[in-house]
Nanobody, 117 residues
């Protein structure tokens, strides 16, 4: 059972960029699809993007054209490049399998992204 640890969040001005990382404690090469999710205060956690083992990607409409998900199975890492950030992108960001798994270690602490206007 891999454990997932997110990093790379921070405070950024609107229009800025951040690159989030999701490091797995074990191999992700056997995991068909990995995803990034986010949860804003008082709101439900929602899917931001997912990527298949072969590199096929899919994005929420709200981030299309601004965010880019990638993975390196050899490095057991998934990234989320976020450009042209908006205040409404402010949330805690998590990585997990897609569909998400509630198995121990799959929901980490997340990484907080705060976008100021």
């Amino acid at each position: 059972q891999v454990q997932l640890v997110e990093s790379g969040g921070g405070l950024v001005q609107a229009g800025g960029s951040l690159r989030l990382s999701c490091a797995a404690s074990g191999s992700i090469s056997s995991i068909p699809v990995m995803g990034w999710y986010r949860q804003a205060p008082g709101k439900q956690r929602t899917l931001v993007a997912f990527i298949s083992r072969s590199g096929t990607t899919n994005y929420a409409d709200s981030v299309k054209g601004r965010f880019s998900i990638s993975r390196d199975n050899a490095k057991n890492t998934v990234w989320l490049q976020m450009d042209s950030l908006k205040p409404e992108d402010t949330a805690n960001y998590y990585c997990n399998l897609y569909p998400p798994s509630d198995a121990l270690g799959h929901w980490g602490q997340g990484t907080q992204v705060t976008v100021s206007s």
